[in-house]
């Protein structure tokens, strides 16, 4: 393996790059096998990003852009490089650097209490706190904060748990606080517990429950909603949990569409007729307006959900969609079987006007009421209601979607986290629809937030995974003219990388 050389430059190395790129195109068979062996795997005609990765990997480095770090950092000294890992080495800071900075200088994580604590050093943590045993609770660093933060928040928390949990063990027999937390931004407080949560580390959580942490921290539930996993729930609920905030948080399960979660919510006693404070929805409503399961609906009416519970505003919270119980809802979005369900077990729909029939009618494709009201409707549709092609996308009902496309509604109409229903194909990996919404003119611009922009979206936002076909959809809006984010390939998923790779820029 060849050496970087003393005094190395970017740019000379972009120039390799570039060179085994052409000598591997004129098909010289040793540039071929440099960048197949470092790709693993082969293309029918290689990409410059390819020829960056080779020469990355023969100089000892994972990818292209951990090799530029190196290039960074390798003028700053030891105590630079502390505060740069440091500053780095957190759930959402640059795990590359940290990476990278600690592969070049392993001795950073001796370097303090806070280094040694953010990468897992239990021989270094030990050392410190034997000759300072009130290292465990001082706070320093380039955030200020104890130490156990920099542990329940580092980058590396999952993948060395088991060296985290001695960590962890030894600051609190130290006197380390486990409900130690940091503020943010927006004066909220992030605890050592929350941390854990959003590491999905369910070992370094159960020693902070262990020593007696508080789940009721306005964080950990709510975001351990987002985790599917069980045994995360089970282990920030053994402190016991906040009755009101057990019952808000089911709505936030349901927006996870996860089934398992939903239950284990109702079986911590989560009350389905608890309101959200903004329109008074209740997780009926919630789970109808989030395409929860027949099955989610039974359990709620079967833990007594009201199946008329009405709304303050007539409208969903933020989204604007129509209507006062959570049949209305099933109505609006066209979920004809939850509605059918919600009907068999009592609920009683609202009084409807000829323009409610009408919109309706388009959600759940009932084409002769459409075809007769359209003329007198159509023109009359109501701000709220132009959102709803969105919403129908959201809950899988494409046949609305199609219907609606082809009456006028707006196809760039934005709902739910600003998603439009092209958003919606592609975070449900629904190719026939990415293309029929491409064919209606449908903008690809970034929306920025949780989806982004579209390659984004079908690549890291799946919500079918089982079921989507991603690459398909993937490859439609590639070859729409759609242009792949600098430094987005590889992604790391084989499938999405494979399509990636066609595309990709010289």
């Known amino acids: 393996m060849p050496s970087l050389p003393s005094h190395p430059d970017l740019r000379h190395l972009k120039l390799q790059a570039k060179t085994l790129l052409k000598s591997a195109r004129r098909g010289e068979e040793q540039a071929v096998d440099r960048i197949r062996s470092a790709a693993g795997a082969r293309r029918e005609r290689v990409v410059l990003s390819d020829a960056y990765h080779a020469i990355a990997r023969e100089y000892g480095f994972r990818s292209w852009s951990h090799l530029k770090i190196h290039l960074e950092i390798a003028s700053k000294n030891l105590e630079e490089k502390l505060a740069t890992f440091l500053s780095s080495a957190w759930l959402w800071g640059d795990r590359q650097r940290a990476e990278t900075l600690l592969a070049s200088a392993p001795e950073l994580s001796k370097g303090n209490i806070y280094a040694a604590c953010a990468a ?17 609770t001082t706070k320093g660093g380039p955030k200020d904060w104890p130490p156990i933060l ?38 909220w407080k992030e605890s050592a517990l929350y941390g854990c949560v959003e590491n999905n ?11 007696g942490a508080n789940p009721n921290d306005n964080e950990s539930l709510y975001h351990a909603c987002e985790k599917f996993n069980l045994e995360l729930l089970d282990v920030v609920a053994v402190n016991g949990l906040d009755a009101e905030t057990v019952s808000y948080c089911i709505k936030h399960v349901m927006d996870m569409n996860w089934t398992e979660g ?34 989610v609906i039974v359990a709620l009416l079967d833990a007594e959900a009201d199946p008329n519970a009405r709304t303050s505003t007539g409208k969903s919270t933020a989204l604007g969609i129509i209507g006062w119980t959570p049949l209305d809802f099933a109505l609006r979005l066209g979920r004809g079987e939850i509605a059918a369900l919600l009907r068999r077990h009592g609920a009683v729909p609202s009084p409807q006007s000829e323009y409610d029939r009408f919109i309706v009618a388009c959600a759940n494709t009932d084409l ?18 132009r959102t709803l092609i969105s919403h129908v996308a959201q809950v899988d009902n494409w046949a609305a979607v199609r219907l609606m496309a082809e009456l006028g509604w707006p196809v760039d109409a934005r709902g739910w986290m600003e998603a439009t ?46 079921r989507g076909n991603y690459p398909a959809a993937l490859e439609l809006i590639l070859e729409h003219g759609v242009a792949i984010p600098d430094g987005f390939f590889p992604c790391g998923n084989t499938a999405m990388d494979a399509v990636l790779s066609r595309y990709v820029e010289d």
Not at 122 to 131: G, K, N, S, Y
Not at 201 to 211: I, Y
Not at 368 to 385: F, N, S, W
Not at 437 to 461: E, K, M, N, W
């Open 120 to 136: 897992g050093d239990v021989d270094a943590v030990t050392r410190i706190l034997e000759t300072d045993p009130a290292a465990a």
């Open 262 to 295: 939903i239950l284990w919510f109702l079986g911590q006693g989560a009350d389905p007729n608890a309101v959200h404070p903004a329109a008074d929805e209740t997780s009926l409503h919630w789970a109808v307006k989030r395409n929860c399961s027949a099955e």
């Open 150 to 187: 920099y542990a329940t928040w580092s980058c590396f928390l999952a993948e060395r748990a088991d060296a985290m949990v001695r960590v962890l063990e030894l600051l609190l027999r130290h006197g380390a606080d486990p409900d130690s937390y940091w503020v943010n931004e927006s004066d």
């Open 368 to 385: 002769d009421i459409v075809e007769k009201l359209k003329g007198r409707r159509l023109a009359d549709l109501t701000d709220d209601d």
């Open 201 to 211: 580390c369910v070992p370094v959580a159960r020693v902070l429950v262990d020593a």
């Open 421 to 466: 229903p092209l958003y919606w194909a592609l975070c449900k990996g629904h190719p026939e629809m990415v293309d029929f919404l491409l064919r209606r003119g449908a903008s690809t611009d970034p929306i920025g937030g949780y989806f982004q922009h579209p390659v984004h979206a079908v690549t890291y936002c799946q919500w079918n995974r089982d």
